[in-house]
């Protein structure tokens, strides 16, 4: 192989094609490690004056916004594109940066969350479709991976500059931080899913074949064929708006009746709950309460975020090899009980600090167990979801599967940040970890219960295996066929 060749492997090309994702999660994740420097200093400085009800909204309402940017996103998915999406998502959040970086009111920092909320619905609505979309099976679990791993890269590093600067400033040095993204976007190739979708079959086979190169022909001529026969049944035929309007209304119920449609979203929601019930989110937003019910002070509390962020990391690249290696099935199984024995020792820990229970006053084992919680949710609790959801949604219908997950996360995430301070105030930090562990295990075993493996198998065979047969063997794919031949006959 040539010198050239060896740095144009469809290895590097997808690398590079990735990238673009993975810089844009780590935009995301900017804003929600941002959120604990912003928190913990306006309530000692009451520069911007904040109440717990003013507080929970500014920190929730990111949840709704998220919504906001999955429905936006899963519009701009299906009609111009996976990558204008990444694109408007990466813009906006520069946007975002910059209303905070000019905040002196409340109504202006919200402003800035609001956008950046948007801007992390887009992104992460599209971005594991689009990984998924671009990825050779043998590499999609791992580059996956690296979605949630950039998340919490993201934030890691105001967690670090929080050690120096207040928060205004590491506004001002984070929206760089941000500009690789929105570059890396333009220049990104479009999916050849979403070419063959729109007709487009030469640009798909040209873009295909950039990304893997030839060994994938197979997968390629699959996917340009099934799309074929869902453009001719849908027909290219124009209707009004208020007929469109109703189609999809009667599509969306129609949907939620086959298998291959419900199972994956039932499956999404409690991995959703997953994501929201480890921990790390609220460990973020309300860092300073954690502590303080962790240690009893929070005098070193950043110091401590330093190193639970780079034990995230680790973790997170640790998952990166693991997922190659291991299958989705038994990795949730034993990272999400880790994780649930880990939520329930913390809460354990917290009410004999308060109780007087404990021998000694040290803080080394409540250290270890923090670290221990912090371990589980980046080798698994954390990125594993993010993995399987970008798996199982049927090919056909990715837009209106991305957009019911965003509409779940998005409550989750709001229904988890409005409630965290209530549930700290009436039952106790450690009362609402031990609420988290419930419903980790309810989610883990349902989860567990309907999700086929998934670990090196193309996304044609993940959809047939959950649809419970493949689409040219049955009595539905002689049905297209004929479909298709009778059209071609008129």
Not at 257 to 267: A, G, L, Q, T, Y
Not at 292 to 304: E, I, S
Not at 362 to 390: E, K, R, V, Y
Request: proline letters at 3%.
């Amino acid at each position: 192989m040539s010198g050239t060749g060896r740095w144009t492997t469809p290895f590097l090309k997808q690398c590079f094609a990735v990238s673009s994702v993975s810089l844009n999660m780590i935009s995301c994740g900017l804003t929600v490690g941002f959120n604990a420097s912003l928190f913990s200093e306006l309530r000692k400085t009451q520069e911007i004056p904040l109440n717990i009800d003013s507080e929970s909204w500014l920190a929730s309402l990111s949840g709704l916004t998220i919504f906001i940017g999955a429905v936006g996103s899963s519009i701009i998915m299906e009609t111009i594109g996976r990558k204008p999406a990444i694109v408007i998502s990466s813009a906006l959040m520069l946007c975002g940066w910059i209303s905070l970086i000019c905040a002196s009111s409340f109504a202006v920092l919200l402003t800035g969350k609001i956008v950046q909320g948007i801007s992390t619905g887009l992104g992460a609505n599209v971005g594991g479709i689009l990984i998924a979309e671009y990825c050779s099976p043998k590499y999609r679990g791992a580059f996956i991976a690296t979605i949630p791993t950039a998340m919490l890269f993201g934030g890691f590093i105001p967690h670090a500059f929080a050690m120096f600067y207040n928060w205004h400033e590491i506004s001002k040095i984070l929206i760089f931080f941000s500009l690789p993204g929105f570059i890396m976007a333009v220049l990104s190739p479009e999916s050849p899913t979403f070419l063959a979708t729109k007709g487009r079959y030469n640009e798909c086979r040209k873009v295909f074949r950039w990304l893997r190169g030839t060994n994938e022909d197979e997968e390629l001529e699959t996917m340009i064929k099934t799309a074929m026969i869902v453009r001719e049944i849908k027909g290219n035929g124009k209707n009004s708006v208020p007929n469109l309007i109703k189609k999809k209304i009667a599509y969306i119920f129609t949907m939620f009746k086959k298998r291959e449609f419900r199972n994956p979203v039932i499956i999404m929601v409690h991995l959703n709950a997953i994501t929201q019930s480890c921990g790390t989110l609220i460990q973020d937003m309300y860092a300073l309460d954690i502590h303080k019910a962790l240690y009893g002070t929070d005098a070193y509390m950043f110091k401590v975020i330093t190193s639970l962020d780079i034990l995230k990391l680790i973790s997170m690249v640790s998952a990166i090899y693991i997922v190659s290696k291991f299958k989705r099935r038994l990795m949730l199984v034993i990272f999400v009980g880790l994780n649930i024995l880990a939520n329930l020792s913390v809460a354990g820990y917290i009410y004999a600090r308060e109780h007087d229970f404990l021998p000694s006053k040290n803080l080394a084992f409540g250290i270890i167990l923090h670290h221990f919680q912090i371990f589980t949710i980046g080798a698994g609790s954390w990125p594993l979801p993010f993995i399987i959801c970008s798996e199982i949604y049927p090919i056909e219908h990715k837009g209106l599967c991305g957009m019911i997950s965003s509409a779940t996360f998005s409550f989750f995430v709001f229904a988890n940040i409005k409630s965290a301070l209530y549930l700290f105030f009436y039952v106790g930090v450690d009362g609402a970890f031990c609420l988290h562990a419930l419903i980790l295990l309810y989610s883990m075993l349902v989860s567990y219960i309907m999700l086929p493996e998934t670990k090196d198998k193309t996304l044609l065979d993940v959809e047939n295996e959950v649809r419970g047969y493949a689409i040219d063997d049955c009595d539905e794919g002689i049905e297209l066929n004929d479909q298709l031949k009778a059209r071609e006959e008129n």
